[in-house]
């Protein structure tokens, strides 16, 4: 009996708001499915009353948000999986509700307001073209999602009708590859190797190595980008200029446990605030690891895996002095006339650096953008800071994937924006698609 009213007060509710709960489809016998729009108000899905008083659910910017708001036919995705109890419930005035109920006609479901800016994911879509990828972009000070796109998408309108050929898709159109997909990190990674490197050095600003343009370690040699030899270079220079040799070099000093204590910190190997569907990141290396182990980690190859969405996380975190504020995509719950049901308000999610660690790598990072891989980026209205990364996926060199993590603001960082672009082979350029990106925002 004590269960019994503990499950009434305390956890009824998440067991009937479970995207998992297939009763809550009755619901849409009384009630038309509620719209979803951007935090502008922009309608990003709504339902259509036809004639005959079926229902057609449209979305009017086609592709472009295919993965985060997802779809509502053969299943749902996206938000419209998370938020199915909102959409088809009904907050209308109970006046309306009783009129409706007598004349047997359904309620209007409440709208879903998302964090999501429309323009920046248009931007965002726009950016990464025809390449398969993804974009993630925050706000690191309240954790807003303010756009999350995936390439290959698809069309959610027609999703019933083409649903055996996005089912066997090779290309895998229906996976979120902002939050699904696990990409070898690159030289993004090189800022938890620093991290590391700051924890275990508190004279690391005395740093120095002189790269040759390569490192060998038994039978593995490590070069540097197109074989680039940097001459003398400190702390600061080796993250601008992301010189590999240096990091392998930094990566073979480094303590193996703290190394992994400093990922998980970050949140390798860990369960992650989402609210949609993630795969979780993973860092490997422990004491058994070779020399070339060690030396592949610390420059983000090997086998570590990170999600665009996780990077997104972690340079919140370090745009914010550490702190990760929880990361959210619905703003609030309003009835269809606009009257605020339920907000959801910015809290901390947890500390996972220093402040006086965040600041210092945030002050490395605009040496990125300043002088080094990420100079894209400066000479704008909008200051930016950065690291730029090349991860290798296959034995044929010439196939790489392009990423980029940064924020824009730096003092007091607007964004932060984390992006991947799939075998880029050189013709394609994280950061470009980052700066179209803070353009739209700020221009």
Not at 342 to 365: G, I
Request: hydrophobic content about 35%; charged content about 20%; proline content about 3%.
């Amino acid at each position: 009996m004590g269960y019994i009213v503990y499950f009434q007060v305390k956890e009824s509710r998440d067991v009937i708001r479970s995207p998992y709960n297939a009763r809550q489809d009755s619901y849409a016998d009384r009630v038309v499915r509620g719209d979803i729009t951007d935090r502008n108000g922009k309608v990003l899905a709504h339902s259509e009353v036809q004639p005959d008083g079926t229902e057609v659910r449209q979305y009017p910017y086609g592709s472009d948000f295919a993965h985060v708001v997802g779809y509502s036919s053969q299943g749902k995705s996206g938000l419209e999986s998370e938020m199915n109890f909102e959409l088809l419930t009904s907050n209308a005035f109970f006046l309306e509700k009783i009129r409706n109920e007598f004349q047997d006609e359904k309620n209007i479901g409440d709208t879903v307001v998302t964090t999501l800016d429309a323009d920046l994911q248009q931007a965002a879509s726009a950016a990464l073209g025809g390449y398969k990828g993804a974009v993630v972009v925050m706000e690191p000070s309240t954790g807003k999602i303010l756009a999350m796109v995936s390439k290959p998408d698809y069309d959610p309108n027609g999703v019933a009708a083409n649903w055996e050929t996005l089912n066997s898709d090779p290309d895998s159109a229906l996976l979120n590859r902002a939050t699904q997909g696990l990409y070898a990190p690159g030289s993004t990674f090189k800022l938890v190797t620093a991290l590391e490197y700051m924890r275990e050095n508190a004279s690391y600003d005395s740093y120095s190595y002189t790269c040759t343009g390569s490192i060998q370690q038994e039978d593995t040699v490590i070069r540097c980008y197109n074989g680039h030899v940097h001459g003398t270079v400190d702390f600061r220079d080796s993250l601008a200029y992301s010189c590999n040799t240096s990091f392998c070099n930094i990566g073979l000093s480094l303590d193996v446990g703290g190394f992994r204590d400093t990922a998980e910190d970050l949140l390798f190997n860990k369960k992650l605030p989402s609210v949609l569907p993630y795969s979780k990141s993973s860092f490997t290396l422990d004491g058994s690891g070779t020399a070339a182990d060690r030396m592949m980690t610390a420059m983000g190859q090997g086998k570590t895996q990170v999600s665009p969405y996780h990077m997104a996380l972690i340079t919140s975190a370090i745009a914010n002095g550490g702190v990760l504020m929880k990361p959210y995509l619905v703003d609030s719950v309003t009835n269809y006339t606009g009257t605020e049901i339920d907000k959801n308000m910015p809290e901390e999610y947890r500390t996972l650096l220093s402040s006086a660690e965040a600041a210092a790598l945030k002050d490395y990072m605009t040496s990125v953008v300043q002088y080094g891989t990420a100079t894209a980026l400066s000479g704008q209205a909008y200051t930016a800071a950065g690291k730029t990364g090349t991860a290798e996926y296959s034995s044929d060199k010439e196939k790489d994937h392009s990423w980029f993590v940064g924020m824009s603001n730096v003092d007091n960082p607007e964004l932060v924006i984390s992006v991947i672009i799939e075998s880029s082979d050189g013709s394609a350029r994280a950061v470009d698609v980052a700066k179209q990106v803070f353009d739209t925002y700020y221009y």
